[in-house]
């Protein structure tokens, strides 16, 4: 079954940097799109950036020129830098298979946690 593993997460002072990492298990990695999520206090999960079986990026407005994710097939991971972070970037941050009609697989990790004081 497949299973996700969030690190790298922690308390950061805005306009600090952090870097996530994601491994994934149980799945043929380098076949599937794989993108990040987040999720803030009382607000529902958004999509922050995906990227291709190919290597394609694509970022959310909010993170775009801020965020790179990227990823390495051969380990099965994906990762996320988060540069110049703000406030408002504080969630717990998941991530997932993607396809066009968004998570592809129903069951997630717990997460890493991203706090970003002001």
């Known amino acids: 079954q497949v299973q996700f593993v969030e690190s790298g997460g922690g308390l950061v002072q805005s306009g600090g940097s952090l870097r996530l990492s994601c491994a994934a298990s149980?799945?043929?990695?380098?076949?599937?799109?794989m993108a990040w999520y987040r999720q803030a206090p009382g607000k529902q999960r958004e999509l922050v950036a995906t990227?291709?079986?190919?290597?394609?990026?694509n970022y959310a407005d909010s993170v775009k020129g801020r965020f790179t994710i990227s990823r390495d097939n051969a380990k099965g991971t994906v990762y996320l830098q988060m540069n110049s972070l703000k406030p408002e970037d504080t969630a717990v941050y998941y991530c997932?298979?993607?396809?066009?009609?968004?998570?592809?697989?129903?069951?997630w990790g717990q997460g890493t946690q991203v706090t970003v004081s002001s």
């Open positions: 149980g799945i043929i990695f380098s076949i599937y799109h």
């Open positions: 990227i291709t079986s190919g290597g394609s990026t």
């Open positions: 997932n298979a993607h396809n066009s009609r968004g998570p592809f697989f129903p069951s």
